[in-house]
């Protein structure tokens, strides 16, 4: 699937995994790719999964799926479904089951017990605000708790009363005894185990102590053999924990974690709360509302997955940081739809034009139908017919009747002058119709006998070509256009208001557009190109027999007002 010399390029992980495997630390490449289920995935995760699961293919190994499930109050099933079906929209298959980091809250416990029995780890019962207090802050070492000498056995009796339920939530929690004193303030005696009386989608009422992410995400990295845990950068400084618990716990192998530098892109915001608020205020119509930056909503806004995971590729893997152009994203779209997508003509803003001479056309029945092919480069994608009427309709962009407009500037249609249909004739504007307010609402054309896919006679000079639908056989459809969701570069940068940087009217609906007959019968979530308008896509949800939607991908060429 992939370029493997640009992989390597764009990726130091594959320098570190060779030598692992040249040294024999590791026979096999394991992997996992560890969402929380508290909201759909974003383009972030779309690169993470690329990352994870991209280095098991690479290697032959594995790579699991985990939900991260420790904060059972902000988690649903409905995310866990959401976040699988992405997984594998985007091409990727997990090991084995799905797992959750709740199928070792037994076994997390017993480690908690374990640490305890060791004199590791001790029930603390200051307050959130004493807490803080004694932890001390960058340039002041913390203070030891009054309760970090408590004895093995009363530890170990407070702890099995805070599972319980003999606590309030907040009373007490259960803290690794490491170092207070350390510059690295992840160090100072963690909290690991926390009271939340709240039930959890997977393991119900059982518990009512949950442990901390910390405590959570290296054990079960180690449960599951993961040789090579690939996170983000916040994590570094999380690094000599992980690696503490790994030492202190008896745990069956020995993970490491490597840290990559998050994805971030402009014009958009990339985490899950956030984007649940544009949800939860309705800015959006859902999590896969084709403006959101999820996985799901690129979907149905026409991206595929191909292109997701070439932009993946693009972006690489650093330590480096900084801001992706939203203009790399839609470069790996617009590459890949102007290679997959077959063409068609839809007029968004009709107007009549109806052919005087049509008499002179080769038609049966009144049709002649024009072949075209569904891709200019592409032989093999076949071919489409295009019936050719008397009346048909034309953008209303593509006609004036300003004679004085350069042939430069207008390459369309010119009252008294030539223009070529795609894949048509070469017809000629002779006569306007208008209503009492001055409106065209037909143009009056003949056509030039002989020119479908032939150079026009000499004397004979289109301007351009424009596209076309039959107004009898036309399909009608609503096309939806989108615009950025903000309208600044950097919506929450330095917690900036991103809500107060939104774009108003982010959605235009236009319902009477016409597309060429055969995309009636093409499926949801096929793409297209719109010739001269851009790349569309039938609706996952709303396109289907009746009502044909489609929503706009992306433009043919970059836009030059947006940066
Ligand atoms: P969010 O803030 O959106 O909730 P998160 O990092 O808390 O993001 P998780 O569900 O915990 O979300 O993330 C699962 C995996 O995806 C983690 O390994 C995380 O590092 C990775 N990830 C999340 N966001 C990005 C991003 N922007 N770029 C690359 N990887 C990301
Ligand atoms: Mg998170």
New binding site residues.
């Given amino acids: 699937m992939s370029n493997d010399t640009t992989a390597s390029a764009n990726n130091f992980l594959h320098a570190i995994i060779d030598e692992d495997l040249a040294s024999g630390k590791h026979q096999e490449v394991v992997t996992r790719?560890?969402?929380?289920p508290?909201?759909f995935?974003?383009?972030?995760?779309a690169?993470?999964i690329c990352?994870n699961f991209g280095l098991a293919m690479k290697y032959q190994g594995r790579c699991n799926l985990r939900f991260?499930d420790t904060n059972p109050e902000k988690e649903s099933q409905e995310f866990i479904d959401a976040i699988q079906e992405d997984v594998k929209w985007l091409g990727f298959d997990w090991a084995g089951d799905v797992r959750y980091s709740s199928d070792y809250f037994d076994t997390l416990y017993d480690y908690a017990i374990y640490l305890i029995k060791a004199g590791n780890a001790y029930v603390c019962d200051l307050n959130a605000e004493q807490a803080k207090e004694y932890r001390g802050n960058l340039k002041q070492p913390g203070k030891n708790s009054p309760y970090r000498e408590r004895s093995v056995e009363e530890n170990l009796a407070l702890f099995e009363k805070m599972r319980d339920g003999g606590f309030e939530e907040g009373a007490c929690a259960l803290r690794a005894k490491i170092d207070m004193s350390s510059p690295n303030m992840n160090m100072r005696d963690p909290i690991i185990y926390r009271i939340r009386k709240v039930p959890h989608h997977q393991t119900g009422d059982k518990w009512c102590i949950y442990p901390i992410y910390d405590f959570t995400h290296g054990q079960s990295d180690a449960l599951e053999g993961i040789t090579h845990s690939?996170?983000?950068l916040e994590?570094e400084g999380h690094r000599p924990l992980y690696e503490w618990f790994i030492e202190n716990l008896p745990v069956p192998s020995q993970p490491k974690q490597y840290e990559?530098?998050?994805?971030?892109i402009n014009y958009t915001v990339?985490?899950?709360?956030k984007?649940k608020s544009l949800v939860d205020e309705g800015v959006v119509e859902g999590w896969d509302d084709p403006r959101m930056p999820t996985i799901s909503g690129m979907r149905r806004r026409g991206y595929s997955a191909q292109a997701l995971r070439n932009f993946s590729e693009m972006v690489g893997v650093n330590r480096a940081g900084g801001i992706v152009d939203m203009g790399m994203l839609e470069h790996a779209i617009r590459t890949d739809l102007n290679d997959n997508a077959p063409r068609a003509m839809c007029v968004m803003n009709a107007v009549k034009l109806s052919i005087t001479n049509f008499d002179q056309a080769k038609a049966m029945d009144g049709v002649e139908m024009m072949t075209q092919p569904c891709h200019p480069n592409k032989p093999e994608m076949g071919e489409r017919q295009l019936p050719f009427t008397e009346t048909l309709y034309i953008d209303r962009a593509d006609f004036t009747e300003d004679t004085t407009l350069s042939r430069k500037k207008f390459k369309r249609l010119v009252f008294g002058e030539y223009v070529r249909l795609r894949g048509g004739y070469v017809i000629k504007a002779e006569e306007v119709v208008k209503d009492e307010q001055g409106t065209i609402t037909e143009i009056k054309a003949s056509l030039v006998p002989g020119t479908v896919g032939e150079t026009p006679p000499e004397g004979v000079k289109p301007r351009g070509v424009i596209h076309w639908v039959s107004a009898t056989l036309a399909q009608k459809a609503t096309v939806r256009i989108y615009e950025r969701l903000f309208d600044h570069e950097a919506p929450d940068f330095g917690g900036r208001d991103y809500m107060a940087h939104l774009t108003d009217n982010s959605l235009h609906a236009l319902e009477g557009c016409w597309v060429e007959p055969s995309l009636a019968n093409t499926t949801p979530e096929q793409s297209f190109q719109f010739e001269r308008e851009g790349y569309f896509v039938a609706d996952r949800y709303e396109y289907g027999e009746g009502r044909l939607v489609f929503n706009k991908t992306i433009s043919l060429v970059e836009s030059k007002s947006k940066k």
């Fill in positions: 790719f560890p969402p929380e508290n909201g995935l974003h383009i972030g995760h690169h993470s990352v991260d690939i996170c983000t994590f990559f530098s998050r994805l971030n990339t985490s899950k709360r984007l």
